[in-house]
């Protein structure tokens, strides 16, 4: 009698261990992934990838506020061009360690996010789209004015140079630069995560799904939004501050319009309201140009185009809504 009362607890408590394997599995394999091109991997390549990491920061910056707090936002690219600029400037003008650039640039963007947000989130939709759209055409304006020409560089930029790797270390400043890029990406991914299962983050999609309601259950949606939309913005601005430091310069012309655009086709592309989708997205706008150009030299954007609309003609909910579709056939 008691092996038969025992197997079964015994069997019962056997079966989780399974789906934990997998999950064990699966990280070794992200992280064999990630390291790998760190040994593999050419100078320009790596310098690439280092580019696709900082881009999937700043495009989940993004979709915080559009994905899952329903805020279309056209001008995240003036928040990466802020943490850039607080970066450069903080580097060449008071000779302080990059390290120290990356939570500043956030702090800064963030407490810009959140005096824009205050009065352009209570338009929404539309209006709000327009308003972050203007913003991202002003930016590149005012860091040439010639009043703040002193601090920005002008026309002209800032010039920066990439940290050597620390405790000696025997990594090149590339190896470093991507080691050092994709942990902190992953530590934004998981506090990201974290944010949206939490009962903030329930909130924040409850807003997102019907306004009204929320509102009506007590929640302070004009709170809550431009909350969002400050963590956003020091989300997309520490992308800022890393691409400077990868890219070794600034300049207004780096922060045109068209990144701005081309942070909004990652997230599509990787998968609105996703936490994984911004790494999918990261890796399309950086490969996937360089791509179109291998294929017509004459036309790259044309390539570029119909690539584009044939990935969202096939995956309509971009790279995480067919990781979805193909998990819920796997779990079946």
Not at 92 to 119: E, H, N
Not at 136 to 154: D, H, N, R, S
Request: charged share 10%; aromatic share 10%; glycine share 12%.
């Amino acid at each position: 009698m008691a092996s038969e009362t025992t197997t079964p607890t015994v069997l019962a408590s056997a079966r989780p261990a399974r789906p934990a394997l997998r999950y064990a599995g699966l990280l070794w394999a992200i992280g064999i992934a990630l390291l790998l091109p760190l040994f593999t991997a050419e100078s320009y390549r790596l310098f690439q990838l280092t580019l696709a990491a900082i881009y999937a920061i700043a495009i989940l910056g993004l979709n915080l506020v559009t994905g899952y707090n329903g805020q279309i936002s056209l001008g995240h690219g003036a928040f990466y061009a802020v943490g850039a600029y607080v970066a450069a400037i903080m580097m060449d003008k008071f000779g302080l360690p990059y390290w120290s650039t990356l939570p500043s640039a956030a702090v800064v963007c963030g407490l810009v996010g959140y005096g824009i947000g205050f009065p352009a989130l209570r338009l929404g939709g539309l209006y709000l789209a327009l308003t972050t759209f203007s913003l991202a055409v002003a930016v590149p304006q005012i860091l040439k004015y010639k009043g703040i020409e002193e601090w920005t560089g002008g026309v002209q930029g800032v010039l920066v140079f990439k940290p050597d790797a620390p405790f000696g270390l025997p990594l090149s400043n590339d190896q470093y630069l991507y080691l050092l890029t994709v942990a902190i990406a992953l530590g934004v991914f998981l506090l990201a995560r974290n944010l949206m299962a939490s009962r903030i983050g329930r909130a924040i999609m409850a807003i997102r799904d019907h306004g009204l309601a929320a509102e009506a259950m007590g929640m302070d949606a004009a709170r809550l939004k431009t909350s969002t939309f400050a963590v956003s913005a020091g989300i997309t601005g520490l992308a800022g501050a890393l691409s400077a430091i990868a890219v070794e310069f600034v300049s207004p012309d780096s922060f045109q319009v068209a990144l701005s655009i081309t942070l909004f086709v990652g997230m599509v592309v990787g998968g609105v309201a996703s936490i994984i989708g911004p790494a999918f997205g990261g890796l399309f706008v950086v490969f996937v140009p360089n791509l179109a150009e291998e294929v017509s030299k004459a036309a790259p954007g044309v390539i570029y185009g119909i690539i584009l609309i044939a990935f969202l003609f096939v995956l309509p909910g971009g790279v995480a809504g067919l990781l979805r579709r193909l998990a819920a056939r796997l779990h079946r």
